[in-house]
């Protein structure tokens, strides 16, 4: 059975500080995404990571993907206010062949507070 | 574009009550997803559809019943309602069965069961 974990569950950050959102799966996988959720609002999708190796940016955001050591990695960079959300980590999960489908597991959320 | 809709946003049952849930995609997406939400669990798959004509079961699929109506609409039932199933439940789609593509989601239901 497929387990995500993330750490740390609740992130308080002053602007302009960097830190780094991690996200641990138990089983074989390589599709990962990452989710944002403001709210009492839907999720965002943020980034895809499909193979080992993948780095993906966007803005003050960066995500990686190492599929060995079954870990992604959200670093966030010069926090401002605006970031201020629930992040959550998905693992696609894999058929008896090794190929991942759709069926998503998702890791607790990590509640990321920016303050000035 | 609407993406993926579902309807109602808000509702409250009593105990025993059913209802359905609704959710239409307008992506030409094969597949749909069932989520439920509770504070501090992330989110959990109750049921999914991979493909018009096929539905199967999720992590959480107890007390719930899926229809996938045609390839935009899938809905989730609840026979009799219970207060554990009071949640937040959110439909997604996504476009391939390999899982290249994020799922979509909808802006979600928010349920009380009294």
């Known amino acids: 059975e497929l387990k995500v974990e993330q750490n740390p569950l609740f992130l308080s950050m002053q602007e302009g500080k960097n830190y780094t959102i991690y996200c641990n799966y138990s089983?074989?996988?390589?599709?990962l995404y990452w989710y944002r959720q403001d709210p009492g609002k839907s999720l965002e999708s943020l980034f895809v990571?499909?193979?080992?190796?993948a780095v993906k940016q966007e803005g003050r955001l960066m995500a990686s993907l190492d599929t060995k050591a079954r870990l992604s990695t959200l670093h966030i960079t010069a926090a401002v206010h605006d970031l201020s959300a629930t992040y959550f980590c998905?693992?696609?999960?894999?058929?008896?062949?090794?190929?991942?489908?759709?069926?998503?597991?998702f890791g607790q959320g990590t509640i990321l507070t920016v303050h000035p | 574009n609407a993406g993926v809709t579902q309807t109602p946003k808000f509702q409250v049952l009593k105990t025993g009550q059913s209802m359905t849930l609704q959710c239409a995609q307008d992506?030409?997406?094969?597949?749909m997803y069932w989520y439920r939400q509770d504070p501090g669990m992330g989110l959990r798959l109750i049921y999914y559809?991979?493909?018009?004509?096929?539905?199967d079961k999720g992590e959480v699929p107890n007390g719930y019943n899926v229809s996938r109506l045609n390839k935009r609409e899938f809905s989730l039932r609840l026979e009799s309602a219970a207060p554990s199933q009071t949640s937040v439940y959110f439909c997604?789609?996504?476009?391939?069965?390999?899982?290249?593509?994020?799922?979509?989601f909808g802006d979600g239901t928010r349920l009380s069961i009294l």
């Open positions: 990571l499909l193979s080992n190796g």
């Open positions: 559809s991979a493909s018009e004509g096929t539905t």
């Open positions: 992506m030409n997406h094969n597949s």
């Open positions: 998905a693992v696609a999960s894999t058929n008896a062949g090794g190929t991942s489908y759709g069926k998503l597991t």
């Open positions: 997604a789609s996504s476009g391939i069965r390999q899982g290249d593509q994020p799922q979509h």
């Open positions: 089983t074989t996988s390589d599709r």
